[in-house]
């Protein structure tokens, strides 16, 4: 059964910084890809940043490009997502997913809250 289940969500100034962490499980990151999308108001969703073997790497929707770094410990099954120069249009739900290698969303997480403002 696939588990995701993200933490580290707030409240942030403009600039500021914050780390996302997304605890998985019931699949192999050997076969799947995982990802964090994220549900912006007025913009839906889109995939910030997706980790698949398939590209050698995490890769970043070109809006967070250079502020956002996704990473993996993968002996504890976590993966995070740090975001930093956080500004307003990052305001939104954060979600961890599973995704296929080409990192179409498959299974979606709860989602954890992301706030920017003064």
């Known amino acids: 059964q696939v588990q995701l289940v993200e933490s580290g969500g707030g409240l942030v100034q403009p600039g500021g910084s914050l780390r996302l962490s997304c605890t998985h499980s019931g699949f192999s990151l050997d076969d799947f890809a995982i990802g964090w999308f994220r549900r912006v108001p007025g913009k839906g969703r889109e995939a910030a940043a997706c980790d698949s073997k398939l590209f050698g790497g995490p890769k970043y929707v070109s809006s967070v490009e250079g502020r956002f770094t996704m990473s993996r410990d993968a002996a504890k099954n976590i993966v995070y997502l740090e975001m930093s120069k956080l500004n307003s249009e990052d305001t939104g739900v954060y979600y961890c997913?599973?995704?296929?290698?080409?990192?179409?969303?498959?299974?979606w997480g709860k989602g954890t809250e992301v706030t920017v403002s003064a």
């Open positions: 997913v599973q995704a296929s290698t080409m990192c179409e969303p498959m299974y």
